[in-house]
């Protein structure tokens, strides 16, 4: 047996996984004070072991934390604080995007390597050669929502950076591109409930504002996905996050920008939608020593 | 021992390989009848050899070229055509910017995971993960000069898309964007004879045009580093090529404008020039089963 644990903001999500399947798998608060004590808790009685896995929403390197911005833990010995429970148990960890990338990467078995991004707050990512999460030599391999891939806007991104993908392509990207436009096209959007989703709606309903920002925020990411593809070259893209609840609307759009971007020797890599929504972190944590 | 066999257009360049180290190396012309037989007449000599490895200017999969346009060899099968020979010995092949990268890598032995860019008539260039090379499912990994970086020229690349890396960082597109502003800006470069190269030497003698030309295509440069660093996160970048004849002069550019646009994660990669020249498809394509 083997522990998938996804470390999130408000519930820690507990798999105990055999054979690449979620056997069972429970939740329990994130509490920063007792965060991996309580874990222990909650799986002590568990039976034969072999293998623990973290997901974590921040940055992880060799076991050890060093910063979870949404439950403010920074500095944190993985090894210290949880091995002691599980003194004979191989841990590994890395942060949560990699574990779902790992995860979709595992549900899509006919695929040896795999870039997954997932579309969310900001925009994640994660890559899988030969069945083998990369983590990078900074623990950094992944982090595509920081490419400089839009010139034009330029916007501010949380990371210090201007023009990063997550400027544009993310829930908050949508939104910051729907206020950008709002004044140059015909749009039904409220902009005092504006929100991500509704802009997809609006886009869907043939909305002149909403078909405008999504077709943007669709095409940088066609673009990003060329500029990976002739980086790493993979097997097939998987798209996921709480913004791919706009299903083949967004993914077609996608598709349509990529093959528009890529370079011919790469134009027919498989795009398509993550299928294991929140469970893909624990799958992919429980395999981290694969 | 090994062969590292680096195919160009001209030229063959055999290399009898061992311990990591080029022990001979020696030439023979490139004929397209005959480029394999004369291969074997040339090393059908040299005594224990394990395995023989080939870098080819052109797409190659599986030991299957797919094309060398500047040799016109197409739809060949390496096994077929070379393996009669050495039936008893392990052959392996990719294209010449891989086995250069992986023979910088191997030269750069204090890092293990590499991504090597070659500035030359176009860019190339290589990825190497955890000391092996990472060809990629269609062939393609390193083939980071048809990224999409520029849409503010947005020029027409050979491959058939725009705005590609090359169009602006390569030798000739250094040329292209010299022509382009040349009324913009005072110089003394003689646009009957123009080269790379002049245009570097103008730039490093304070032509006014030249070091617009250089800055902005080591701004280029820079970007794509960024780009290809929160991708796939390596411990080092290296960089080859004719171009980087202009040494330092350019690398300190390329570095200056990496860390501007890299995420804080990857901002500390080193990135330096290639130090084997010439004989870095030699050791790489003598290293490919690695």
């Known amino acids: 047996m083997r522990l998938g644990i996804d470390v999130g903001g408000t519930t820690v999500k507990i798999g105990i996984i055999d054979d690449k399947k979620i056997i069972r798998s429970f939740a329990i608060p994130t509490k920063k004070e007792t965060l991996f004590k309580d874990i222990y808790e909650a799986v002590k009685d568990e039976k034969n072991i072999e293998f623990i896995g973290f997901g974590l929403p921040g940055t992880v390197k060799d076991n050890y934390i060093v910063n979870l911005p949404n439950i403010?833990?920074?500095d944190v010995d993985i090894n210290e604080e949880f091995k002691k429970y599980f003194p004979n148990v191989k841990i590994a960890s890395t942060n949560d995007a990699n574990a779902a990338a790992l995860g979709e990467s595992i549900a899509a078995s006919k695929f040896k390597s795999t870039y997954f991004i997932t579309l969310g707050t900001g925009v994640g990512g994660g890559y899988v050669y030969n069945g083998s999460l990369v983590n990078g030599s900074h623990a950094c391999a992944g982090e595509v929502g920081h490419s400089f891939i839009d010139p034009v806007h330029n916007f501010k991104c949380g990371c210090g950076l201007n023009?990063?993908?997550?400027?544009?392509?993310?829930?908050?990207?949508?939104?910051?591109?729907?206020?950008?436009?709002?004044?140059?096209?015909?749009t039904n959007i409220d902009f005092d409930t504006v929100s991500c989703q509704k802009v997809f709606e609006a886009a869907k309903s043939g909305d002149e504002l909403g078909l405008y920002v999504v077709n943007m925020m669709a095409d940088y990411l066609g673009i990003a996905l060329a500029n990976i593809a002739v980086c790493c070259d993979v097997d097939a893209f998987i798209i996921g996050g709480g913004v791919m609840a706009a299903g083949d609307f967004l993914l077609d759009k996608i598709k349509e920008s990529y093959v528009r971007h890529a370079h011919y020797g790469v134009r027919n890599i498989e795009i398509y939608k993550a299928s294991l929504g929140n469970q893909a972190g624990m799958l992919g944590a429980a395999y981290l020593d694969e």
């Not at 023009?163 to 015909?186: H, M, N, P």
């Open 163 to 186: 023009g990063c993908l997550e400027t544009v392509s993310s829930a908050t990207g949508v939104v910051r591109l729907a206020k950008t436009y709002k004044d140059k096209f015909k």
């Open 72 to 74: 403010g833990i920074k």
